[in-house]
């Protein structure tokens, strides 16, 4: 066949995917290109909903080119949601199924033929309420340094410059600022590899690390912002106290003063946050500006001269005797060492997360967290080195503050301190350690320093204040997300948003009642260290994540920010936890003790999330290792373990044949349930094969096996694909496990044949074959078909029947006699042919699960009656040597005697049905071919041929009747039928004759006769 030419009339351009002329000429707004007239076109530019079921008769559905819909989880207002068509829609033949399932036309649930002019008005009148979005430099830049420019800076720095000096301060700020820009790039990785939704470092972790981690993180993380709500207030009630004293005015104390001021200023700030983002916005501009215009005074008051009275508080200028000085340590007080300095300078750093904390307030999260995120930390990171190499150049380390304490020209005592060479005498306060100002004693020196020193009042007011609204809200933020997530018990209550910006203001409440009650402390000094190691878990936790992300080389981790390494991740990680312990060891213990507690509570709970981790990469990646790894090891008979395919359709519909192969399995081999449905390929019935709601039941049964559906065009053939590809490396079954069909006497010849093809099958691949059956039987669905695999318990004129599935884990699990405790009865096993060893290794592995602790093991084995005690003493030292704890042994003489007449009767009836007519008007001649076309009709010949064999059988189930009426389980060889010599109607109904009208379950057994069982050491 020729291909049409240009000639021809035949134009491309003709069939390809044509838009509505709403969409073609469509404008650009505000919100981007109103695309809402396309939708899921076809050839003919229509949608799915306007075309009718004649309308897709024909192949006219057409590749759609990418868009974002199609990987999108929500919708854009203003137009419809396209999906994109399904393989199905594409590839299926319409002149066989010439309705293909529909994808739903919106997300809103409309249904089909509604006009489309009603959607859209509706649509336009119910336009989303679009909360305040905050770009990167007011959202994050200026959050963060306001946060990091908090109590720490005004109040603090000096003292701690004439703590460590200035060498050892900038080691502080440097070391402190290493650890916060490595967590800022990793910050940035984990925000840039993917949409960040609210939640802020606890969305970061848990989508990161799982919710294991995550949410222990996000507690303390929460906890210890509204402990720095406490201490950013404290140092505010400092200042204020202070003021009042210089002026004279005192309420109660210094210690009460501080609580009243503190808890009145967290009063005020409360109302600003739960006012809304956009006034807590508009008040950071503000604090921002005045600490700008503070930091321009105090870099104005160091250049001017000193006056006389900024003299005698230990004040001279720029001065390089002072920066030589002071640029050495000189440790005083309990707190005077160099962790003991950084651990009070630490939180002042640990603002970078204050942007990242509002992560659901921000126009583009991924955009803004990284770029503001690391301006902010160098910013800051300059200003503290400035600020504590200009503070020690200019004052020094003790003054008295009396202008009385000039060195007088005459004196001839020693004069002690940097400032004698000044014209200034401090000696006695530095021997009677009563110096009142100098950077040693006085917290407020930056604002002596200030050319106005109210400029430096108000910087400290808007630092502290700032910060402390930041993480007010912040706390609620990273808590409310965790409430929603419903990972812990009892706190669900405060995850409740209220108002267009869904505030949380029950979470606000919390945070002040938090802050509140560690305001009463009043000690800055005590407060810091308390919130260090917190900050520092969290960071660790967010360093790690990006390190084992990284290191898991999942193909979903992708961050669009590249400036990040993996082992500067882990090495921050490392460093915040050795820093952790260095700091204070035994917040440390506790802030990693309550990390574990709720570690334990989440794996215990194993709450229904799954935020693709790098926790589940890690698993894969691990058990992926260990699969390739098992390929250089060699079997070897001591390491058997029986490794189960397990035939049971959907699991619910035979939890026995479940919970019997999981007791010898679990914690020990592979389990994999498997269900062949019969139907020909579509998405339904695909669906019903590889539902999740199978492995949902396995795992609320609390049994460990993976499941595996297959479809195809007979129960034979999908056994057979499950036999062959079941499994991954050494990891692959060797044992099948089936019910007996528990209406073999009464089905079609063919569908036994069928079944015991699927033996045949399982033989052929060197395959162990198991046999459960009950008396009351295996299948426990109650609707017709509903949950049955027809090929093992329906008649022919079911096996392409596909019902529509129910849901499955809605309904009470089956308890069945392999889940209960087992009282002390026996576990009968009858060991009459060698096969391996299986038949004794099962039940030894039952015997080692609790509920089958107290059931004792009976070995029955056939044998002569003048040899009885012989035979059973060679057997006894037989098992005695496999170190199988079986210690009662019987030999049966009595197997080998011809069944009742009675007996044999019967099964003479149940074979009748299955028998060749060869009556004599017959032709002789015809009989070959038609056993050819009938293989599963048993001739007289067949019978003859296996007359000895069938009566065995009938006496094995007598001697069981005898021997085994009151056992918990009956375990024996299973008998095989030759191929080509033994109908699998007749091998059957052998099966079904041994096992008939016995009260205990029987299971039957056959190994692949190579050894699973070994009396050596090597």
């Known amino acids: ?313 230990g004040f001279f200028s720029y001065k390089a005797d002072i920066f030589a000085a002071n640029f050495v340590p000189k440790w005083h007080g309990p707190d005077g060492s160099f962790f003991g300095m950084f651990s009070i300078f630490f939180p002042s750093a640990t603002g970078i997360l204050a942007g990242a904390n509002i992560s659901g307030d921000l126009k583009n999260p991924t955009v803004a967290i990284p770029r503001g995120t690391m301006m902010a930390i160098f910013w800051t990171t300059m200003s503290y080195l400035i600020i504590s190499a200009t503070i020690g150049s200019c004052v020094v380390r003790d003054a008295s503050g009396m202008l009385n304490d000039t060195l007088l020209p005459s004196s001839s005592g020693v004069c002690v301190g940097d400032a004698c060479q000044y014209g200034w005498d401090f000696t006695d306060c530095i021997h009677n350690k009563s110096c009142a100002y100098g950077i040693s004693n006085y917290y407020q020196s930056m604002s002596m320093v200030s050319a106005f020193a109210p400029l430096i009042t108000a910087g400290i007011f808007g630092a502290t204040l700032s910060s402390a609204l930041a993480c007010l809200v912040s706390a609620p933020k990273v808590f409310q997300c965790l409430c929603k997530d419903k990972l812990y018990p009892f706190i669900g209550f405060f995850g409740k948003g209220y108002g267009k910006n869904d505030e949380p203001l029950r979470g606000y409440l919390l945070t002040y009642i938090i802050a509140a009650c560690f305001i009463l402390i009043a000690e800055l000094n005590t407060i810091a260290p308390i919130i260090s190691n917190f900050f520092l878990c969290s960071y660790a936790l967010i360093n790690f994540s990006c390190f084992h992300a990284s290191i898991t080389n999942s193909p979903g981790w992708r961050p669009s920010f590249r400036f990040y390494s993996k082992w500067l991740s882990l090495l921050g990680s490392v460093c915040s936890v050795v820093i952790m312990f260095l700091l204070t060891w035994w917040a440390a213990l506790i802030a990693f003790g309550v990390v574990f507690v709720l570690l334990g509570y989440t794996l215990y709970k194993k709450p229904a999330v799954n935020w693709g981790s790098s926790v589940q990469a890690s698993s894969y990646n691990i058990a992926l290792n260990q699969c390739v790894g098992l390929n250089h090891v060699e079997d070897h008979v001591k390491n058997y373990r029986p490794q189960c395919l397990v035939l049971t359709g959907p699991p619910s519909s035979r939890p026995a044949l479940v919970d019997l192969v999981a007791c010898f399995t679990k914690g020990l081999s592979l389990m994999m349930c498997c269900n062949v449905v019969t139907a020909g390929p579509s998405p339904s019935v695909v669906e019903k094969a590889s539902s999740d709601r199978h492995v949902t039941w396995l795992n609320q049964r609390k049994v460990r096996s993976f499941y595996r559906g297959v479809v195809a065009t007979d129960l034979g053939s999908g056994v057979n694909m499950l036999l062959q590809a079941a499994g991954l490396g050494r990891i692959r079954p060797n044992v099948l496990l089936m019910g007996f069909k528990k209406d073999c006497r009464s089905d079609t010849p063919q569908a036994a044949h069928n079944y015991i093809g699927i033996l045949h099958d399982a033989f052929d691949l060197q395959y162990g074959v198991c046999i459960l059956r009950m008396k009351e039987g295996l299948d426990v669905s109650h609707t017709s078909q509903s949950h049955v695999n027809p090929g093992f318990d329906g008649g022919q004129e079911s096996i392409n029947t596909i019902s529509a599935p129910s849901p499955i884990q809605t309904k009470p699990q089956t308890s069945t006699v392999f889940q209960k405790k087992q009282e002390k009865k026996t576990i009968d096993v009858y060991w009459l042919s060698d096969d391996g060893g299986l038949t004794l290794l099962l039940p030894y592995l039952l015997t080692r699960r609790k509920r089958w602790a107290r059931c004792k093991v009976r070995v029955f084995v056939g044998g002569e009656t003048g040899k009885k005690e012989q035979q059973r003493e060679e057997v006894l030292a037989l098992i005695k040597k496999f170190r199988l704890g079986f210690h009662d042994v019987e030999v049966l003489t009595d197997i080998y005697q011809n069944p009742k007449p009675d007996n044999v009767r019967h099964f003479e009836n149940t074979v009748g049905r299955f028998r060749l007519d060869t009556s004599p008007k017959q032709d002789s001649d015809s009989e070959p071919p038609r056993q050819q076309e009938e293989p599963w009709m048993i001739t007289d010949q067949d019978l003859e041929r296996n007359q000895a064999k069938s009566l065995r059988q009938i006496r094995l189930n007598e001697v069981l009747q005898d021997y085994s009426r009151d056992a918990a389980l009956i375990i024996i060889t299973m008998p095989v039928g030759r191929r080509g010599v033994c109908p699998n109607t007749l091998y059957l109904l052998w099966l079904d004759a041994l096992s008939r009208d016995l009260r205990p379950p029987v299971l039957m057994v056959r190994g692949n006769h190579e050894n699973v069982l070994t009396f050596y050491c090597q």
């Open 1 to 313: 066949m020729e291909l049409p030419i240009a000639s021809d009339g035949v134009h491309l351009a003709a069939y390809k995917t044509r838009l509505p002329l709403s969409v073609a000429n469509a404008n650009a707004t505000a919100r981007g290109f109103d695309e809402s007239g396309y939708y899921q076109c076809y050839g003919d530019g229509s949608s799915v909903a306007s075309l009718g079921s004649d309308a897709l008769t024909g192949y006219e559905t057409l590749d759609a080119p990418p868009h974002y819909d199609f990987y999108a989880n929500t919708e854009v207002w203003g137009r419809r949601r396209r999906f994109r068509p399904s393989l199905y829609q594409l590839h299926a033949n319409p002149e066989v199924d010439s309705k293909p399932p529909l994808y739903e036309e919106t997300t809103g649930g409309k249904m089909e033929g509604k006009d489309s002019s009603e959607e859209d008005e509706k649509e336009k009148e119910e336009e989303p309420y679009e909360p305040t979005r905050f770009g990167w430099v007011q959202g994050v830049m200026i959050r963060c340094m306001l946060n990091i420019w908090g109590v720490i800076l005004f109040l603090r720095l000096p003292w701690i410059t004439a703590q460590a000096g200035i060498g050892l301060t900038w080691v502080i700020i440097l070391l402190s600022s290493c650890i916060t820009g490595i967590t800022g790039l990793s910050t940035s990785a984990i925000a840039t590899n993917g949409k960040v939704k609210g939640g802020g470092t606890y969305f970061l972790i848990s989508r990161s690390l799982g919710p294991e981690l995550g949410g222990s993180i996000g507690l303390i993380f929460a906890f210890a912002n509204a402990v720095a709500v406490a201490m950013h207030t404290v140092g505010f009630a400092e200042t204020v106290r202070d003021l009042m004293f210089e002026n004279g005015a005192v309420m109660v104390d210094a210690t009460n003063d501080i609580r009243i001021i503190g808890i009145i200023t967290v009063t005020c700030l409360l109302g600003i946050s739960m006012a809304g983002m956009a006034w807590e916005s508009k008040a950071q501009i503000l604090f921002f500006l005045v600490i700008m215009v503070s930091f321009a005074s105090y870099i104005v008051g160091t250049i001017i001269p000193a006056s006389t009275q900024k003299q005698a508080k």
